[in-house]
């Protein structure tokens, strides 16, 4: 049937012929989507005006006036119809019984009606009393009768709003955020509310008021889309169910999902997902927006009066390379150049994770736009990058969600694509599967005490549920996809093994725990056999808590805690060996020699800083890769006579010159035959913090001074601190310090695990000299954000700790650490 034979029996005033013309619009199928809902409100339109054309002859100042989803047009089949009767007050009685004349009509045809009569004082009066009614009002458009009339009252409460903005506005926001909170987040409810639920329709028409209000608007790219999205979809469940509804339920989805045109319920709720997914991060962009806007116009004058009128300049505190914080925004630095910086991204997300910040807008899309291609392997920076990202704790989700907005999720890691708003059809998960692997990273972040690598726990965390988005066995493919990521993200071939092993096993233990008979041998020696180590056993541990954490409520219990608990305890019985020693050290290499040898010479400390280790001379360009991955920063070498107080010293200095440690080796130096002295070479991997790297000379005239006391590296540090606070937005777990008695036979080994800081290398080698101890070796690595450090110490004699001593030691540092 045409719109015109549409309209002929619309022109029918009683309600049976709009009736059939609205139930020949609805059943046609010829159009679907914006015209039909277009269609419906204008073949609305032309019956209400008939009403009242009929029912106001002879009248003045009034009008019918449509009012919000009606007022935009949008009329999906079972949406109400929201009407105002408009009049100037001079005639009550006759608008009285036009009102009858109209709303009678709708109700005999059993359709929902909204409906107020108001004078246009009146109706102000109640927008501003009524943040909904204003709302409303703000979309309200003109049917029939007297178009001066409407047209006043939109200019009207288009002025109110506008200047009523700055108190209107945060009230709109805290009635979102109370919606949200009762019904949850669209873009992952597997029933959800089309409407009412955070990210849908609700959402998308408060950004529309925000823009009306001009004083900020929302990100426009995708936006329309997903409104219209969304509409479709109610449209579909409303002819599916023939009810007025917006909850979209289990049994109802695969009718409207065929209702559309789709593959199934879960290609539904995916593009639902989708949708939802651009409305939320829009809102959350806009109501920073007005956040800051509002802020500025409070602080404006006052700033204004102090500068003598002069136009106040945002302040931009660094964070990393690249990138700053300006108004409470991590954006990126002025000369920040993202098409020559594959990094970049990485970088800016981390740091505005670790920051408790948000990435601003403009700055992701900026990257996304000019983001080029890491290579593979990745560089390391690259690596720890993302790793320090997922080890940031909550504040790593908004991160991951502003840059999967912009599609650099899936630039740097196609394989995301497969899991993207994959809903998950089990009353276990509260999450989609790409939520669920962000969950999972976050709760992750909080176990990296526990384990030795926590940078290969994150990862797993990312990664452990990947296969989901192919067919088959989850965990199977997992362990295939893992193994291709990590490769091509830069770990070397032994952390590849251990990561698709927690892929493949990453339901080992819960399952087994809580299927399988604890007491029997072979059920512990098969879990033993298919972890492998003890290390690896200590990260799938922490590895299950967090999947079962992130999964949902139903998923974790102390009940099943403490079965998997006494499964590692016994798998760690059987992979337990004789005690790891001490590593030896290698022998000295010719430059090192000679760098002690100096040191001895001079009675001083003796430094190079070098980029790279040059290859060796017999390499030859055909020879296979190594596989292991390009080392992060520059080799600085130091040798310097043995003597107290070497490690706080070096370690201040570098965090001085705003050097970050990647990776530290100490130890003493065996001296060729007829050279006398001690001699202690610091092996150290070094980064800047941002900038270029400080020259060697510098470097050597700060350590002298550090080492003969004239250098006051504490007061210098916390100088810095008290001028440029770093912003940690980040609620590190605790550190942590453990003392290994039977890791070596010559030194006592406390292990460190902690939160990455500047100055923290320095924070705990003065500790270890006040304590009296001094540092034979140590072993130092930064994965990510998190600290692993090992110190081989002994008493001023050479030998390992008393008994007593070390606890006392390790008791200390971790108080001073968690201080």
Same mark, same amino acid.
């Given at each position: ?34 015209? +039909? ?124 709003w506008r200047n009523q903005a700055p108190k209107r506005l945060p009230e709109l926001q805290e009635l979102c955020a109370e919606r949200a909170e009762r019904q949850g987040e669209l873009q992952y409810l597997l029933e959800p509310d089309l409407k009412e639920a955070r990210g849908g329709l609700r959402d998308a028409t408060a ?13 426009r790219e995708g936006l329309t889309d997903a409104r219209r999205r969304l509409l479709d979809v109610r449209d579909a469940l409303h002819l599916t169910t023939g009810r007025a509804t917006d909850r979209l339920a289990l049994q109802e989805q695969d009718q409207v999902a065929a209702e559309l045109g789709l593959l199934d319920a879960?290609?539904? @709720? ?45 302040? +931009? ?48 899309? +900026? ?6 291609? @890491? ?140 299927? +399988? ?89 003796? @430094? ?135 890791a070596s036979r010559q030194a006592t080994v406390i292990e460190v695990r902690a939160q990455d800081a500047p100055g923290l290398l320095h924070r705990i080698g003065r500790a270890l000299d006040d304590a009296g101890v001094r540092v034979r070796s140590m072993h130092v690595s930064t994965l990510g954000s998190n600290a692993v ?31």
């Amino acid at each position: 049937m045409t719109s015109t034979n549409v309209r002929k029996d619309a022109e029918d005033s009683g309600p049976s012929g709009y009736a059939a013309a609205r139930l020949r619009l609805l059943t046609e199928g010829v159009r679907s989507g914006p015209p +039909r809902r277009a269609a419906l409100a204008e073949l609305t339109d032309e019956w209400l005006t008939g009403l009242f054309t009929a029912g106001a002859e002879g009248m003045r100042g009034v009008s019918l006036v449509a009012v919000g989803g009606y007022g935009r047009g949008e009329l999906s089949p079972r949406s109400d119809l929201d009407l105002l009767l408009l009049h100037d007050g001079s005639d009550s009685a006759g608008v009285a019984a036009l009102a009858d004349r109209l709303w009678y009509p709708v109700w005999d045809l059993g359709l929902a009606l909204d409906h107020s009569v108001r004078t246009q004082s009146e109706a102000r009066k109640v927008s501003g009393e009524d943040l909904k009614v204003q709302l409303g009002l703000l979309d309200a458009r003109h049917l029939a009768g007297d178009l001066g009339l409407t047209a006043g009252l939109r200019t009207a409460v288009l002025a109110d709003w506008r200047n009523q903005a700055p108190k209107r506005l945060p009230e709109l926001q805290e009635l979102c955020a109370e919606r949200a909170e009762r019904q949850g987040e669209l873009q992952y409810l597997l029933e959800p509310d089309l409407k009412e639920a955070r990210g849908g329709l609700r959402d998308a028409t408060a950004l529309r008021a925000v823009a009306a209000s001009w004083l900020a608007d929302a990100p426009r790219e995708g936006l329309t889309d997903a409104r219209r999205r969304l509409l479709d979809v109610r449209d579909a469940l409303h002819l599916t169910t023939g009810r007025a509804t917006d909850r979209l339920a289990l049994q109802e989805q695969d009718q409207v999902a065929a209702e559309l045109g789709l593959l199934d319920a879960d290609t539904l @709720l995916r593009q639902v997902y989708e949708a939802a997914r651009v409305v939320s991060y829009a809102s959350d962009v806009t109501w920073r927006e007005v956040g800051r806007v509002l802020r500025s116009r409070a602080v404006r004058p006052r700033l204004r009066a102090m500068l003598g009128g002069g136009k106040p300049v945002a302040e +931009r505190s660094p964070l990393a390379e690249g990138v700053v914080e300006q108004d409470g925004e991590v954006v990126l630095a002025r000369a920040a150049r993202p098409d020559r910086d594959p990094v970049l991204p990485l970088r800016a997300a981390a740091a505005a994770a670790q920051a408790g910040l948000p990435l601003s807008l403009h700055a992701v899309r +900026r990257m996304a736009v000019a983001a080029r291609p @890491l290579p593979t392997p990745w560089p390391a920076e690259a690596r720890e990058q993302l790793v320090t990202l997922l080890g940031s704790g909550r504040p790593t989700i908004e991160v991951w969600e502003a840059l999967e907005a912009e599609g650099l999720i899936t630039h740097f890691l196609p394989d995301w694509e497969r899991v993207r708003c994959r809903p998950q059809r089990n009353a276990v998960h509260i999450w989609t599967v790409d939520r669920h692997l962000i969950e999972t990273a976050v709760r992750a972040s909080e176990f990296t005490r526990r384990v030795s690598r926590p940078d290969l726990l994150l990862v797993s965390a990312l990664l452990h549920d990947i296969g989901k988005g192919w067919p088959g066995d989850h965990s199977v493919a997992g362990e295939i996809i893992a193994k291709d990521v990590a490769t091509r993200i830069g770990f070397d071939r032994a952390d590849v093994a251990v990561l698709a092993t927690l892929v493949r096993h990453h339901l080992l233990l819960i399952d087994t725990a809580t299927r +399988r008979d604890l007491e029997d041998p072979a059920t512990v020696r098969s879990v033993a056999e298919a972890v492998g180590s003890q290390s690896t056993l200590e990260l799938l541990h922490a590895l299950t808590e967090s999947d079962a954490l992130a999964t949902g409520p139903a998923a974790w219990s102390t009940w099943r805690g403490s079965l998997v608990a006494d499964l590692v305890k016994r798998v760690a019985a059987v992979l337990s060996g004789d005690a790891a020693e001490e590593p030896e050290a290698a022998a000295p290499t010719a430059e090192q020699e000679r760098l002690a040898i100096e040191a001895i010479a001079t009675g001083g400390p003796v @430094l190079a800083l070098r980029a790279q280790t040059e290859p060796p001379a017999d390499a030859s360009a055909e020879e296979e890769p190594s596989g292991d991955p390009e080392p992060l920063g520059v080799e600085l070498l130091i040798a310097v006579p043995d003597q107290s107080g070497v490690l706080p010293a070096v370690a201040g200095v570098l965090a001085m010159h705003r050097l970050t440690v990647r990776t530290a080796e100490l130890r003493a130096l065996d001296l060729p035959d007829g050279v006398e002295g001690a001699v202690l070479l610091l092996d150290w991997r070094v980064a800047a913090e941002y900038g270029s790297l400080p020259q060697a000379a510098r470097l050597r005239a700060d350590l002298v001074r550090a080492l003969d006391g004239s250098l006051d590296i504490a007061g210098r540090l916390a100088e810095r601190d008290a001028a440029y606070p770093r912003r940690r937005g980040v609620v590190a777990p605790p550190a942590r310090v453990t003392v290994h008695p039977t890791a070596s036979r010559q030194a006592t080994v406390i292990e460190v695990r902690a939160q990455d800081a500047p100055g923290l290398l320095h924070r705990i080698g003065r500790a270890l000299d006040d304590a009296g101890v001094r540092v034979r070796s140590m072993h130092v690595s930064t994965l990510g954000s998190n600290a692993v450090d090992a110190f081989y110490v002994t008493t001023g004699q050479g030998a390992p700790l008393p008994g007593g001593e070390a606890p006392a030691v390790a008791r200390k540092l971790e108080e001073m650490l968690r201080a």
